[in-house]
């Protein structure tokens, strides 16, 4: 079992900070996938990053996938409230096999 | 214009019981999940429909037992529901199983045991 480690597993900031949080594991990875989950409602993929050291840039969030593809990094320039939420870094190993999930980083950007 | 839709939104019930989740979507889909998520928002996957055949079980319990009258539908049975069993269970829907094909979410039960 791949094993995706997420740091840290929880982050309160001011509004207009910036934060980077992390996804790590000892495994390569054909692909990584960033969902975001709001209070009471399901996963929302933000993006997949495929290609080692690439980067995804969405609006304020631009997603980083390591050179080694075993890990991926999440940055959030100049955070607002309605980033709050449970980020979740996923991997699929494909043929109907589900979403392998980390523990998440739980985000709270205080006005 | 709900993609993924579950119901109840809330269940709350007696150990012993039994008990049904729905879902349907209504993206065309060919496959849809289930998904656990416990008390510190751990999501770990349960079944898998492709096409109405069961893919995986991700040992669970054979108390839980999903059916699929059809691809757009994915429902979850639960007998002898246990304290154990308390969480927020996710319906997921996704066209094909290639390995970055996007899951869509539906809002998900949460399931209560007494």
């Known amino acids: 079992t791949q094993l995706l480690e997420q740091s840290p597993q929880f982050l309160s900031i001011q509004e207009g900070e910036n934060l980077t949080v992390y996804c790590n594991s000892s495994?390569?990875?054909?692909?990584l996938q960033w969902y975001r989950q709001e209070p009471g409602e399901g996963p929302v993929l933000l993006v997949t990053v495929v290609t080692g050291g690439e980067v995804k840039k969405l609006k304020r969030l631009t997603f980083q996938f390591g050179d080694a593809r075993k890990d991926s990094s999440l940055h959030i320039t100049a955070a607002q409230p309605g980033d709050t939420g449970l980020y979740l870094c996923t991997y699929s190993g494909g043929g109907a096999d589900g979403l392998t999930f980390g523990k998440g980083t739980h985000l709270i950007i205080q006005p | 214009d709900t993609a993924v839709s579950q119901t109840p939104k809330y269940l709350v019930t007696q150990m012993g019981n039994d008990k049904s989740i729905k879902c349907e979507q209504n993206l065309g889909h060919d496959t849809m999940y289930w998904y656990k998520q416990d008390s510190k928002k751990f999501l770990k996957i349960m079944f898998s429909?492709?096409?109405?055949?069961?893919?995986i079980n991700e040992t669970v319990p054979n108390r839980f037992s999903p059916k699929s009258p059809d691809k757009a539908h994915l429902n979850l049975h639960i007998n002898s529901l246990e304290l154990g069993d308390s969480a927020v269970y996710f319906c997921?829907?996704?066209?094909?199983?290639?390995?970055?094909?996007?899951?869509?979410f539906g809002d998900g039960t949460r399931l209560s045991i007494l």
């Open positions: 495994s390569v990875f054909s692909s």
């Open positions: 429909y492709n096409n109405k055949e069961l893919i």
């Open positions: 997921a829907s996704s066209h094909g199983t290639g390995v970055n094909q996007p899951q869509h």
